[in-house]
């Protein structure tokens, strides 16, 4: 899983311009947000001005640089050192400064109680232990902090097509949705969650909210379906745990 996103820190592909170029950054943050324009809502990166916020798994930095120029104090982390250089080279390109560093989710090397906010989007479900990952963002929270956590559906119409493809479509129609996102979605073992399993995960934590998202990859697969049937089979869920 590390050597997958170490060779293309997630949201590479989405760019032309020669990586680590201000084009380049430029071009992939245009291109998250217009693929996956309920990110602002979710995030708030305005609310966090002066607050102290972890992201866990800053990928390109696309999210974390928008904390950085909200204002807030944030520090992230990554488990490659592809993604942590490529940060701060885009922090020293827009003049900014905040704490970037190498780190594994499940073990994060920060105190109990020290963040406002744990924010993580797209990343929790890769990590081989997501729950010791949960526990992990838990515990660095400060009482009444929050944590905004995206997380895979497995009942959405994404992974009903990863399925139809992989699993109906080559002849092992036996094969679980599970599995199948475990072996061919991005790095080995990605996973995909039920509402009930989410509950779980996040059963340590109060004012649990799910926020689902039909996204551009649930209407490649349903088309006008998609919208038809509302976000309950969205691709995407956000999940705002306070502590």
């Known amino acids: 899983m590390r050597q997958h996103w170490e060779e293309e820190p997630c949201g590479t592909s989405t760019a032309e311009a020669e990586p680590g170029t201000p084009e380049f950054y430029a071009e992939v ?3 998250r947000y217009r693929l996956e324009p309920y990110i602002d809502s979710f995030a708030e990166f305005d609310r966090w ?3 102290r916020v972890l992201e866990v798994g800053v ?3 696309t999210d974390f640089v928008r904390f950085v120029r909200a204002g807030a104090d944030a520090v992230g982390v990554d488990l490659t050192e592809a993604a942590v250089g490529a940060v701060r080279q885009r922090l ?3 003049g900014l400064a905040a704490e970037v560093q190498v780190a594994d989710a499940e073990q994060l090397p920060f105190d109990d ?3 406002d906010l744990v924010y993580s989007y797209g990343v929790l479900h890769h990590t081989p232990d997501t729950e010791a990952a949960v526990t992990e963002v838990r515990r660095v929270l400060r009482r009444d902090g929050e944590a ?3 997380l895979y559906s497995r009942r959405s119409w994404f992974a009903f097509g990863a399925w139809v493809l992989w699993g109906l479509g080559r002849g092992r129609p036996w094969r679980s949705i599970s ?3 475990a072996e061919h979605l991005e790095s080995p073992g990605t996973k995909a969650y039920t509402q009930e399993e989410l509950k779980r995960l996040f059963s340590g934590f109060r004012e ?3 926020r689902r998202e039909v996204t551009p990859y649930d209407r490649r697969i349903a088309g006008p379906l998609a919208r038809l049937t509302g976000p309950r089979l969205g691709w995407f869920v956000g999940v705002s745990a306070r502590r």
């Open 29 to 31: 943050e245009r291109e």
């Open 49 to 51: 001005r002066g607050q």
């Open 59 to 61: 990928g390109l930095g």
């Open 92 to 94: 020293a390109l827009e």
């Open 113 to 115: 109680a020290s963040f």
């Open 148 to 150: 905004r956590i995206m």
């Open 179 to 181: 599995s199948v996102l």
């Open 208 to 210: 649990v909210r799910f």
